[in-house]
């Protein structure tokens, strides 16, 4: 039992140690081609500025408040689901340029691929909230319920991206070519913008609301409203995912990891073969 125990704590070292190593891979091949990690940098400024000053005009916060409060909780979530979109395209220029054949001939742990793409993808992520949040600030955004609630609220945003990253180095794996990842990536814009992230929910048809509120998006921007002391935090007679929108979260999250972790290491090791 004593030797059993001790190979898989061997076994966990040699993932831990070679998916740091990944991850090292990983964030020297950003500084390689700093366009692509100075166009992640942008582009969450880009979206406050657009979604806060032009169409921050013409929409009406429920209860009231000032719109960019409103929005910036739903920007937060929509840069989190963008890992979906950046691993997939990542993973599968990976396998189309044959990178990861070479992995799976090198002496390293099989799994340690996918944890290095989900730890990098967390590490960048960060550093895009960071200039999100600054941007936000800078338009008048601000949390209101102190450094604990404003604490929780971003651990909700890194957790779920992180079981999102798993999702991604799935579908990468399974597209396994760079241009079809590419042009899967516009399919997922729906998939943030039927939300409440932008708007409320309440003049969408029925059916479009069902699917906006149940939305995992939803529910981590109604927790960042809520955990954040913003304007449109849900109240009344909503649906579950709204009215407990953190554990909302956190099952979604768990969820996620339970599915995608243990595919995501049995397509890369069968994909070789």
Do not use: C, K
Request: charged share 15%; no cysteine; glycine share 10%.
């Amino acid at each position: 039992m004593t030797a059993l125990t001790a190979s898989r704590v061997g076994r966990l070292r040699w993932t831990f140690t070679d998916g740091l190593t990944l991850i090292g891979r990983e964030l020297g091949r950003l500084r390689q081609e700093p366009g692509g990690l100075i166009a992640a940098l942008i582009f969450p400024a880009i979206m406050v500025l657009l979604f806060g000053y032009v169409f921050g005009s013409a929409i009406q916060v429920p209860g009231g408040g000032d719109y960019r409060e409103y929005l910036m909780p739903g920007l937060f979530s929509m840069v989190t689901f963008s890992a979906v979109m950046g691993v997939m395209v990542r993973v599968a220029a990976d396998s189309s340029r044959g990178v990861m054949d070479r992995f799976r001939s090198m002496p390293m742990a099989r799994s340690a691929v996918p944890f290095g793409q989900t730890g990098a993808d967390l590490l960048s992520g960060l550093l895009a909230m960071t200039i999100m949040v600054g941007a936000g600030l800078l338009v008048g955004w601000q949390p209101h319920r102190g450094v604990l609630a404003a604490a929780e609220a971003f651990l909700l945003l890194v957790v779920l991206r992180y079981a999102l990253s798993w999702m991604g180095v799935y579908v990468g794996l399974a597209v396994r070519s760079e241009e079809v990842a590419d042009q899967m990536v516009p399919l997922f814009l729906p998939f943030t913008m039927i939300s409440n992230s932008f708007v409320p929910t309440d003049g969408m048809p029925a059916w479009l609301r069902f699917l906006a509120d149940w939305n995992p998006v939803s529910a981590l921007t109604a927790a960042n409203r809520e955990l954040f002391g913003n304007p449109g935090a849900p109240s009344g007679d909503v649906a579950w995912p709204l009215a407990h929108p953190v554990a909302a979260v956190l099952l979604w999250s768990a969820a996620l990891l339970v599915v995608f972790v243990p595919l995501s290491v049995r397509a890369h090791n069968r994909s070789g073969r």
